[in-house]
């Protein structure tokens, strides 16, 4: 695992836990700001499994 796939999984996890803490809350600013950033982490851990790819084919 590199670090783009460990800081994805970091900022998923973040991302959740601030959309359901703002379903819970009903602020609906706080649920969107978390699912963009669950939205961001999963780019990021796309990204590093990428260049694992990338990397494995490499070799």
């Known amino acids: 695992m590199n670090k783009n796939q460990v ?4 900022d998923e ?3 959740k836990a ?5 379903q819970i809350t009903g602020d609906k600013s706080t649920e969107y700001e978390g699912k963009a950033e669950k939205l961001i ?3 990021k851990t796309k990204y590093g ?3 694992n790819d990338i990397k494995k ?3």
Request: glycine share 20%.
């Open 7 to 10: 800081q994805g999984k970091a």
């Open 18 to 22: 601030k959309e359901v803490a703002g």
């Open 49 to 51: 499994d990428l260049k």
């Open 41 to 43: 982490g999963k780019v």
């Open 57 to 59: 084919a490499s070799k």
């Open 13 to 15: 996890a973040k991302g």
